[in-house]
């Protein structure tokens, strides 16, 4: 009887939370903008965005302070602003005493890609595109040399069938593998593509170049860089030699300067 008694009371509780909740959420919709915070989330102290960007973004913001919830339409709010391209998610609702609260994620770039023409963009760890700003320039690998020219949509994906097997997705990867390997993410600088399809890596310590060659067995690679470097920098040193060529399976050929 008791474990009923239990039972029952637990029900009659969720149900008056669910009736307590929606009436929050009726009566709000009545209650006026009288401020707007902008929230942004990031791992920089800097980045692409501010909250004068993002309000600017809103348009009049006296005329969104004169409007109820109901009016403002916290949904349409999102979608305007999701439209940037350097932002990942936003989420935006209103307390009760009319505070209208705006989160944004901003996008993470991991990458800087410069095409043949010298024109460049950045790309995050999801594979979005992301534009250039005047605001905020980001320290990231770069890559350069024989790309292409990226007549690229803001809107599409690296990950997108067109760019699949192209130098533009094969330097992202390469990229990737770098950044999830804690002793080259502090020591390859650039990722270079040559004339003939090739891909180099140029290390920010030591005046060498580190040959790749296709991208065939591309992890095996880097993982066979990484194990020269720990059993040859303390005896050898960052400058014995010219070039590190790896282009060959299971097999480190070193020229020295």
Same mark, same amino acid.
């Given at each position: 009887m008791l474990r009923i008694f239990k039972i029952v009371l637990f029900i009659l509780a969720v149900m008056g939370l669910v009736s307590l909740t929606v009436l929050i959420k009726h009566e709000n919709t009545d209650i006026w903008v009288k401020d707007i915070t902008v929230n942004i989330y990031r791992p920089t102290e800097i980045g692409f965005l501010s909250s004068d960007i993002i309000l600017s973004e809103l348009g009049?913001?006296?005329?969104?302070?004169?409007?109820?919830?109901?009016?403002?339409?916290?949904?349409?709010?999102?979608?305007?602003?999701?439209v940037n391209p350097h932002i990942e998610h936003v989420d935006s609702y209103m307390t009760l005493d009319g505070k209208l609260l705006i989160n944004v994620s901003e996008k993470v770039p991991v990458i800087r890609i410069y095409d043949t023409d010298g024109k460049s963009l950045y790309v995050d760890k999801h594979g979005n595109f992301i534009p250039l700003s005047n605001r905020y320039t980001p320290r990231v690998i770069i890559a350069? !040399?024989?790309? !292409?020219?990226?007549?690229?949509?803001?809107?599409? %994906? /690296?990950?997108?069938? /067109?760019? /699949?097997?192209?130098?533009?997705? %094969?330097?992202?990867?390469?990229? %990737?593998?770098?950044?999830? %390997?804690?002793?080259?993410?502090?020591?390859? !600088?650039?990722?270079?593509?040559n004339s003939i399809g090739e891909y180099d890596l140029i290390p920010m310590l030591g005046n060498h170049i580190i040959k790749l060659g296709k991208t065939d067995n591309i992890k095996q690679k880097i993982e066979n860089l990484t194990s020269y470097y720990k059993k040859n920098l303390v005896t050898e040193g960052w400058n014995k030699y010219r070039t590190i060529n790896l282009k060959y399976k299971d097999q480190i050929v070193c020229t020295k300067k």
């Open positions: 009049n913001i006296d005329s969104i302070q004169t409007l109820t919830l109901r009016e403002a339409e916290i949904e349409s709010i999102e979608e305007l602003l999701i350069s !040399g024989y790309i !292409g020219d990226m007549n690229i949509k803001l809107s599409s %994906n /690296i990950y997108d069938s /067109i760019y /699949i097997n192209t130098p533009l997705n %094969n330097v992202f990867h390469i990229n %990737n593998l770098i950044l999830k %390997n804690e002793l080259l993410k502090s020591q390859i !600088g650039q990722v270079y593509v």
